[in-house]
């Protein structure tokens, strides 16, 4: 209902012709660090923008159960078992708050999830990696959730209310997500020599897709520029990839493991470390299509999405017998 509401508050603002002054008056409130709400008026490539990114960001947690769901009957004690399970449902939490974020935006839910099936909507690259042993859980935790986490800590400051406010909470889990990720690559780097070598392996696996999830180098990010004017991303890819080898790294070395990058080296002048080149061709085949699990995750979600039919369809007879008592 509510989500109708702003439907069509949006269609009829929509209706309305951008003119120069609307564009700078927009502009000026995003300069002086306004939120922009649901029902205001925004110019329909902000709007566009932010169902784009919020809605893949939404599929990505969603599609991102899948690698931990892989080890929830095989984690190593019950202890474990409650805890990745907690995560798990986390992402699910997160996927749903922003999908509802995406929705004020005037956008159904139905079209967003049509999209993502049909393999229209892009999600995260990460996710189309498979999770081998134990240790990827581990891995999954430190590296993923750490490059989300500092993905994400910007979004909250994002110039768009809704998603701001969605990303609060989502950091706050994340952040438990990747302690309980680095706890366990601990537990093992600290174990048998057959135990850090699972983890050695995992980090092996793991390091050049978590940095291919901050996107494209800054040169070939279409939507950077525009993204940052609008406050909508407040850091460019390659800056926020740069402050995740720094901060990881460090770890790593705490870990007693080591990243798979011959260039990798401190440079002393500027205070960072520098990397060698990610492959980009691999990252373009992934989010093409044509990663090592691809198929396999939209093929699962696909079925998770017939065997909830009745759910939905209890819902909507739900909601319509509580409409007509209403209108009674
Ligand atoms: N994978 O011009 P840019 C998580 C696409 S959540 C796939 O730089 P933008 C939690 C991009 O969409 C992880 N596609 O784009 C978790 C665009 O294509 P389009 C998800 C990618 O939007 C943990 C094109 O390339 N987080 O992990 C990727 O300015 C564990 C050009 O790129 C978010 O979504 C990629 N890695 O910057 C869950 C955060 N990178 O749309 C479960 C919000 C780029 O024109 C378990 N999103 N592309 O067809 C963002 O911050 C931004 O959208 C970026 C990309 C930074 C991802």
Redesign the pocket.
Known sequence: MYTQGLDQAGKEQREVAETADMLAAFQARIDAEEKIEAKDWMPEAYRRTLI??IS??AH??II??QP?GNWLTRAPSLKRKAILLAKVQD?AGHGLYLYSAAETLGVSRDQLVGDLLSGKA?????FNYPTLSWADIGA?GWL??GA?IM??IP?CRCSYGPYARAMVRVCKE?SF?QRQGFEIMLTLCRGTDEQKAMAQDALSRWWWPSL?????NDSE????AQ?MAWKI?RFT?DELRQKFVDVTVQQAEYLGISVPDKDLRFDESSGHHTFGEIDWQEFMDV?AGNGPCNKQRLEKRQAAHDDGAWVREAAQAYASKQAALAAA
């Open positions: 784009r990114q893949q960001h990505s947690e991102g159960m931990e992402e892009k999600y995260s690259s990460i999954v993923v959730d989300a993905n994400q979004l994340e997500h291919m999830m901050f996107g494209p990010s279409k939507h950077s993204s991303k890819n989010i």
